[in-house]
């Protein structure tokens, strides 16, 4: 005789119910995480909507653009190239060997001016073709150097201008040793000279975080081959901002670094005489050199395409909002029940 009860023989033939997980199953546990049914914004896109998306892109984007525009037109430019004027005529093997010799490289160049110039009239050397980006020229460098007297001889990362006779190069690498030196002096209307400043023509950061206040020029451009500008051994590199400007390096291969700032207005019509030394070598690899000077704006300097962007973007815009209202005036669409879409349903669509 079975000593089972009824009850317990009835719970251990009774099916398993097939909605309850298995006890040995993979399957999670439902939830609204899992079945990724939180809350979430889940517009309609209909006509009304987009036509509306778009109307608001135009009313915000064409007034920028045309305030972006205005702003780069009150910019006043002098864009003047000289590489070529202040060399001797002839092939560029020509102007390669006068760029090394011992000439006299003083150039004179006369600059009018179009406009009204308010101060402060930022000058600018600009120059073309010369890849500041590349990696081999980005990475020789030694950042700890420039910025701890104590990191004086790291300079792992900085050949093949590292050492010179067995001593470190302070600033060693390529950046610092191909810094710019072209000079310029201006004065105006043949009376008077225009001077320029050169005080916070850099980064405020780097002047505190990168380059040190007791680390100063050591054998730097002492070796054969001199590659740019000279630094003066008893100023601290965190004060010699040419070079704080030039360490800077460009991301394109055409740009522009400030030399300084000329704190006087210049009126429409007066005449700069600039008396300029052209000793840095762009020749070598057919490069370009300008001088420039510029005003700056709200914006910055003159840059046009801000607003053309954006204007070009809420025309578009606009464009688009007119043809689908068009469409949806002459030839609407009946659109679909949202009741049925799924995030309408009950969860796990149960």
Not at 59 to 80: H, K, Q, T, W
Request: hydrophobic share 35%.
């Amino acid at each position: 005789m079975s000593n089972t009860t009824p009850a317990t023989h009835s719970a251990a033939t009774e099916p398993p119910d097939p909605s309850s997980p298995r006890r040995n199953s993979k399957r999670p546990k439902y939830s609204r995480f899992t079945q990724q049914e939180l809350p979430a914004c889940k517009p309609i896109l209909t006509p009304r909507w987009v036509i509306s998306a778009f109307m608001l892109v135009t009313i915000v984007f064409v007034p920028i653009g045309l305030a972006s525009l205005f702003a780069s037109r009150d910019v006043v430019e002098i864009v003047n190239r000289y590489d070529d004027e202040c060399a001797p005529s002839g092939s560029r093997s020509d102007k390669v060997r006068f760029i090394q010799s011992n000439a006299d490289k003083t150039c004179n160049r006369t600059l009018t001016v179009p406009k009204h110039m308010k101060k402060p009239i930022y000058v600018y050397y600009q120059l073309d073709n010369f890849y500041q980006n590349h990696r081999r020229y980005v990475k020789s460098r030694s950042d700890q150097q420039l910025r701890s007297r104590n990191k004086e001889n790291d300079v792992s990362t900085c050949k093949p201008e590292d050492t010179v006779n067995g001593t470190t190069i302070v600033p060693c690498g390529l950046v610092a040793w191909s810094m710019f030196n072209d000079t310029f002096s201006f004065s105006i209307n043949n009376n008077g000279q225009l001077p320029v400043t050169k005080k916070d023509i850099s980064w405020k950061s780097d002047r505190d975080h990168k380059f040190g206040k007791d680390v100063f020029p050591k054998n730097f451009q002492n070796g054969t081959l001199i590659g740019g500008a000279h630094l003066n051994e008893s100023i601290p590199l965190s004060a010699q901002e040419d070079l704080i400007v030039w360490m800077r390096t460009a991301a394109l291969p055409t740009f522009r670094k400030l030399y300084g700032k000329i704190e006087v207005d210049l009126k429409a019509g007066d005449t700069i005489n600039v008396v300029l030394k052209n000793n840095y070598n762009t020749y070598s690899f057919s490069g370009k050199k300008k001088l420039v000077l510029s005003t700056a704006s709200w914006l910055g300097g003159k840059n046009n395409f801000i607003g053309i962007a954006y204007l070009a973007v809420g025309g578009l815009c606009f464009v688009l909002a007119m043809t689908f209202t068009v469409i949806y005036l002459v030839k609407p669409r009946r659109l679909g029940d949202p009741s049925y879409l799924s995030w309408n349903r009950s969860p796990g669509g149960h």
